[in-house]
């Protein structure tokens, strides 16, 4: 049996997401996501679902483990993000003083938080903030969570979307250590890729010409400072296509010309809902 692993407790949205596309693989929680990207990269028959960016509050933070492991991306997934004020069975909301969650999702429902005036504390993830609610038997305190979350520590959903905007996603990516693309057919693609430029003036901007030359569109482009530096930096590329095709091949050619550093993550179908 393949497994799984994921950053945060049962019940996080990064479990929910695993159950939605692994339905029969043993699913694993890691506390950090270093220790995921350590776990998969000692083991070919394991891979990871890891939060990569969310639609409202941008970049989850796992570049520099992207650039350090170097996993093999196989999917993209998209994950609905729905939040809930999770309590103890009976509660109301009039009862609730503090609510618990992971950073982003208190901001996402900043409106709910205010309009109850209810005190909000910052912790590690949302599963973790509804397991500690569970087991405070206060009825004061409150979570803001998935209702998988409210399933796994028999807590009651109060009130159910309390997001601020609805149709929020969050950006999975599967990853592993095998290198596997699918075969160029008639689908839309996403090749992921890293790059470190050569230093030199204009560098950053003469390597991505092949791209327009080519008509190649880039979706993604982010750049990182290498550890410990902020002279040195990383780029973190998605582009629209199958590295088998022959524009692709001819732009990545043309920037591969201005790197010390170049490396493809990954091969994958384009994830449908990038089409809504």
């Known amino acids: 049996m393949n497994k799984i692993y994921f950053q945060g407790t049962f019940g996080a949205y990064s479990h929910l997401a695993a159950l939605s596309i692994f339905k029969d693989a043993e699913i694993i929680p890691c506390k950090t996501f270093d220790e995921c990207f350590l776990k998969a990269s000692k083991d070919d028959n394991s891979k990871i679902i890891i939060p990569e960016s969310n639609r409202i509050t941008g970049n989850i933070g796992i570049e520099y483990l992207i650039f350090k492991y170097r996993l093999n991306i196989y999917s993209e997934y998209f994950q609905k993000i729905e939040h809930n004020l999770l309590g103890l069975p009976g509660t109301k909301i009039s009862d609730i003083k503090d609510v618990y969650s ?37 009825n004061t305190k409150a979570a803001i969570a998935s209702s998988l979350s409210a399933k796994t520590y028999n807590l009651e959903i109060i009130k159910k979307n309390i997001e601020n905007e609805k149709g929020n996603l969050t950006r999975f990516l599967i990853m592993g250590k095998n290198i596997s693309q699918p075969e160029f057919g008639n689908k839309r693609y996403i090749t992921s890729f890293l790059f470190k430029l050569k230093s030199k003036p204009a560098a950053l901007y003469q390597s991505l010409g092949g791209f327009a ?40 050619e043309e920037l591969g010309l201005h790197c010390q550093d170049f490396h493809v993550l990954g091969v994958f179908e384009a994830d449908k809902i990038r089409g809504k």
Not at 127 to 133: D, K, T
Not at 213 to 230: H, M, R
Not at 235 to 251: A, P, R, T, Y
């Open 102 to 138: 992971h950073g982003q999702a208190l901001s996402q429902c900043s409106k709910f938080i205010k309009s109850n005036s209810l005190i909000e504390h910052v912790r590690a993830d949302t599963a973790g903030s509804a397991e500690m609610v569970s087991k405070t038997k206060d």
């Open 213 to 252: 030359i080519n008509g190649v569109n880039l979706t993604k482009l982010q750049s990182y400072p290498e550890k410990n530096t902020f002279d040195s930096f990383f780029f973190l590329c998605d582009l629209d296509g199958h590295i088998e095709d022959i524009k692709v091949q001819k732009s990545l």
